[in-house]
């Protein structure tokens, strides 16, 4: 069965400090992988995807790596800032025949104490 | 530039009552999605769109329905709700097919409760 992990489930950190949300999948066949940040109340906004050849990608102070042999990924955010307090949600992409499936992790729930 | 837009933002309703949300983009994409968002979870598919005139069955349609009369709109129905549907619900929108790494926009979320 296709499934998306996301870890921890909610995490506090003091602002200026650096995380790291992890994201493990068992999803096949793996097209992309996709990070979305969402603010309370409000929608999700994509911040990086990463493709198979991918195992390093930037956007800022958000890093994303994957590793398609372990089925892992990352995000790493740097020098945190209160405005980085938001669920951060990890998509899967698989390929069925001719459609395209997205599984979707639960969310890690990230808040930044001054 | 406002993207995506979902009215109503809250509604209350009883159970056994009807209603309607409404999903406006003025993106000219082709594809359009309806998800449910419930505490714990990820992000459940319930009908989707892939041009004006087609609908098509998501992960978890039972008890919704769907129009997409004009491209630019997409309704999600709730025939008779039950306090399972209780959920935030979001609209989304895609130029290409989601997951050909095409990016989804989505609307800012309507707050359902069914009492």
Redesign the interface.
Known sequence: KNQ?EQSPQSLIILEGKNCTLQCNYTVSPF??L?WYKQDT??????LT?M?FSENTKSNGRYTATLDADTKQSSLHITASQLSDSASY?C?V???VDS?????????TKLIIKP | NAG?TQTPKFRVLKTGQSMTLLCAQDMNHEYMYWYRQDP??????IHYSVGEGTTAKGEVPDGYNVSRLKKQNFLLGLESAAPSQTSVY?C?SSYV?????G??F????SRLTVL
């Open positions: 998306v097209s992309n996709r109340g409000r929608g999700p906004v994509s995807i493709t949600i998509v992409s698989a390929k459609n395209y499936q997205l599984i979707w992790g639960a969310g | 995506v714990g979870m990820g992000l459940r598919l979001f989304a097919q989601h997951g050909f790494t990016e989804l989505f609307g800012e979320g």
